[in-house]
């Protein structure tokens, strides 16, 4: 029997587009012949994947795990929200989500990572891409920890426990009852999946949009025709009101409207008898950033039916 060497494996992925697993079985099969295994796959649906490669997936499932001190957010994209209330999508990914709280923790090492005894986490996704017939994506994956404390997750509009379009981990640091920092991490989720902050605190505020900001304030106050050290602290004071906007401990919590998300933590550690700390948060919002296809459907509908020019 020829022996199925990892260049071979490789070698037949290129050409099917099928699992690392698929086609290891595929050249088993077919004592090492590649087009013969090529065709295997092919019969068994597995290489069909490749053909739907090349199409947008902007669509899918974003999904959230915890347990204890970690917690994990993946999303997968598919091509259309019909694949997001599929049975087998969600459950691949629950399960992936799973897999990467046990440490997988960029979707390189995802994709590698053994799904089931037969499959790796890519390969898994390849068989579906076949099964279901869209094409899909592990896009991206993070994971949040603590050494003492919680990470609690929040699902905006969930499709399914733990799945939906919006998923939110925060991270607090803290000695305090676990159930009781669960309520507060919770409730600071929801927050951030409506108030979007895209820092922690003001040392991590990224200072090239600062930069940004600040010249546009700069312009919009010397518009004015103020001295300059007039402007200095208008642009100042604009500044501070900047970072209420983008900070998270900065912001004023959505659940009251009136306190600062700073101020809800510190009020909530009093209360417990022990220092809490917002340790990290991360969102991730379905298809952020994706350039998705425009189309015509009267146009497609013209062309269908012979009628375009």
């Keep these: 029997m020829a022996e199925i060497t990892a260049a071979l494996v490789r070698d037949l992925r290129e050409k099917s587009g099928a699992g690392m697993m698929d086609c290891k079985k595929a ?34 499932l974003v999904g959230v795990a915890t347990s204890g001190s970690k917690g994990s957010v993946v ?24 897999i990467a709280l046990g440490g997988s923790h960029d979707a390189d090492a995802l994709k590698t990572a053994k799904y089931d005894d037969a499959n790796t986490v890519d390969g898994e996704i390849t068989r579906l891409i076949a099964t279901i017939g869209e094409n899909m994506s592990l896009r991206r994956v993070h994971t949040l920890s603590v050494p003492h404390g919680i990470v609690s997750s929040y699902i905006h509009n969930a499709t399914a426990p733990g799945l939906g379009k919006i998923g ?33 605190c003001i ?24 001295p300059e050290d007039i402007i200095q602290k208008m642009v100042e004071g604009r500044v501070r009101k900047y970072y209420e906007e983008v900070v998270l401990l900065e ?12 101020d809800i933590v510190e009020q909530t550690a009093k209360e417990l008898g022990a220092p809490i700390k917002l340790a990290g948060y991360v969102k991730f919002t379905l298809g952020e950033g994706i350039e998705k296809e425009e189309s015509d459907f009267a146009a497609e509908v013209a062309a269908q039916a012979g009628l375009g020019k």
Excluded: C
């Design 27 to 60: 050249l088993t099969e077919t004592n090492g012949n590649i087009e013969e295994a090529v065709d295997w796959l092919r019969k068994k649906g597995l290489a069909a994947a490749a053909k739907k490669a090349g199409r947008v997936a902007a669509e899918g």
């Design 75 to 98: 999303e997968i994209n598919a091509e259309t929200d019909f694949v997001a209330r599929n049975d087998q999508f969600q459950a691949m990914v629950r399960n992936v989500t799973e």
């Design 168 to 200: 939110v981990l925060v991270a607090l640091e803290s000695t305090a009852p676990a159930d009781k920092l669960n309520e507060l991490g919770k409730k600071i989720a929801m927050h951030v999946a409506a108030a979007n902050p895209s820092a922690l």
């Design 203 to 226: 040392d991590e505020v990224d200072p090239t949009a600062l930069d940004r900001e600040r010249t546009v304030l700069i312009e919009q106050a010397r518009a004015t025709g103020r």
């Design 251 to 262: 912001q004023t919590y959505v659940l009251d409207g009136q306190t600062k998300v700073s």
